[in-house]
T-cell receptor, first 116, second 114 residues
Framework: DVKVTQSSRYLVKRTGEKVFLECVQDMDHENMFWYRQDPGLGLRLIYFSYDVKMKEKGDIPEGYSVSREKKERFSLILESASTNQTSMYLC???????????????FGAGSRLTVL | GNSVTQMEGPVTLSEEAFLTINCTYTATGYPSLFWYVQYPGEGLQLLLKATKADDKGSNKGFEATYRKETTSFHLEKGSVQVSDSAVYFCALHNSGGSNYKLTFGKGTLLTVNP
């Protein structure tokens, strides 16, 4: 069964800490994404990557950075966590060339981060 | 730019009731349209999709028809079950764009009572 695995389901961090959220996919997908999910706001794209070492800003990149050193792994980094970054973070992946024009994302289970 | 508007929840139904969750979109060109579902404690998973006008996507008893004339992709199910309780997201992908991100609606929480 194909999978996107997020290493931590629940994290509690303190303001100012550096936080790493890790995501690994086993489908040989080129594209990987980090979304943030908040009640009433839906999903908002933070960053995405279409190849190793390549990244593009999404809709809300401020306060975040990403790293993609290997095709299967995409990391989200909060350099100095703040309370307004308390949220559910969702990683996803997809093929570079969508099949039949439909870019289907496969999501991980999510990482719920609380910043105190 | 691209945008997706779906009906606000929460929606509460009794088992075997008929479900409609409205979704309309704004996009240039010919986007692909999706419904994703998020069960409690899980990530999103694809429920159904449609890639061109008049296509009907269907899965697990759910259906949605891509209506270009009304820019809509409403989700329907004839008889809901308690196990359908989840958050439903409408989304679009504009294949004419240079990136591969999806634009999501804000989600609709569905609760089905026995």
């Amino acid at each position: 069964d194909v999978k996107v695995t997020q290493s931590s389901r629940y994290l509690v961090k303190r303001t100012g800490e550096k936080v790493f959220l890790e995501c690994v996919q086993d489908m040989d997908h080129e594209n990987m994404f980090w979304y943030r999910q908040d009640p009433g706001l839906g999903l908002r794209l933070i960053y995405f990557s279409y190849d190793v070492k390549m990244k593009e800003k999404g809709d809300i990149p401020e306060g975040y950075s990403v790293s993609r050193e290997k095709k299967e792994r995409f990391s989200l980094i909060l350099e100095s966590a703040s309370t307004n970054q308390t949220s559910m973070y969702l990683c996803a992946s997809s093929l570079l060339q969508p099949l039949n024009g439909a870019n289907v994302l496969t999501f991980g289970a999510g990482s719920r981060l609380t910043v105190l | 730019g691209n945008s997706v508007t779906q009906m606000e929840g929460p929606v509460t139904l009794s088992e075997e009731a008929f479900l409609t969750i409205n979704c309309t979109y704004t996009a240039t060109g010919y986007p692909s349209l999706f419904w994703y579902v998020q069960y409690p404690g899980e990530g999103l998973q694809l429920l159904l999709k449609a890639t061109k006008a008049d296509d009907k996507g269907s899965n697990k008893g759910f259906e949605a028809t891509y209506r270009k004339e009304t820019t809509s992709f409403h989700l329907e199910k004839g008889s809901v079950q308690v196990s359908d309780s989840a958050v439903y997201f409408c989304a679009l992908h504009n294949s004419g764009g240079s990136n591969y991100k999806l634009t999501f609606g804000k989600g609709t929480l569905l609760t089905v009572n026995p």
